[in-house]
Structures are given as structure tokens and as C-alpha cells.
């Protein structure tokens, strides 16, 4: 009889089982974004508002650099989208306390309530998800996600008892 706590299980390794793992992120990400849709489109807004949202948000006082880092998109996607969002007084930009070149960029009050409403729908779907799952699915799901993360990117993200603090 097979000792499948100590051994290397290769059945989640087979072809059918790594598409499956495709579609579910497909379906995973499609609901996910739904509700968030609906509400950036009452706004005109697409994705790419809804990430700049989330991020400034997440990260008071980041540079457009770094902004430009984490979304990796060019220059005049995000100034597109990033004007939009100041014009609309949803995002302030105010200059470097050092480099008055620098960009700085925060959530507008108007923002914030933005932001708060587009991450409750999916926090909400993610604590259901969770809860569901169990700590030790969580665990494992954080784990698959870090594996799918750029190996540079990994850093952003520390063990799951400490938020991220800075960029």
C-alpha cells in the first residue's frame, strides 16, 4: 500500500488536473471581477482604474514608479488612466518631499469610499472562500499563489501573520 503523507503524489500533476487548474483561475478571476465591474462601470471606469485604486490605496504616498513597478504597464497607460482618476478628484498628486519630480499619490476621500466599495465585494468572497476552506487550504492556496507570482515580486508578499508596511 502506497504511503501517500510521506511520498510525492503525482495525480495533481496529470494533464487533466493542470487544466482544470487553468479554468478555475479563469472562473476564480471572472467572478472575482464581477461586482467590482459593475460598480467601475457606473464610473466609466475599466480594471485598470480599479488597480490604480487599490494600490494607491493599499500604498499611501506611492510614486508613480513605483506604481508603474508593481502594475507593469507603460508610462501612457497609467497616465491615462491616472488623469482620469485626478480630474475626477478620486486620486491627489503632490510632489516629493526630496525629488520634486517624484509623483505622489493618495485616495482622495471620494477614493477611499471607491476603494472600500469595489474591496468589500471581493474581501467578502475571499473570507467566504476561506472560511469554507479551512486554515490549512488557505495556507496552501497562499503557497500555489506565491507560486505563480514572479520569483521578484515574492518579496512583496511576508509570512501571513505580518501585513506588508512598505513597497
Known sequence: MTDFKTGINP?????????????LLFFAYRDFTAEPDAILAEYGFGRAHHRVIYFVGRHPGITVSELLEIL????????RVLGQLVTETFIT???GARDRRQRL?????KGVELERLLTERQRARIARAYREAG??????FRKVLLGLVDEGDRSRFPGRSSPRRGL
Open 72 to 79: 507593469r504597464i507603460t508610462k501612457q497607460s497609467l497616465s
Open 11 to 23: 495525480l495533481f500533476l496529470r494533464e487533466e488536473e493542470l487544466r482544470q487548474g487553468i479554468e
Open 105 to 109: 499619490l493618495e485616495l482622495t476621500e
Open 93 to 95: 498628486q503632490r510632489p
Open 135 to 140: 486554515a490549512e487550504a488557505v495556507e496552501g
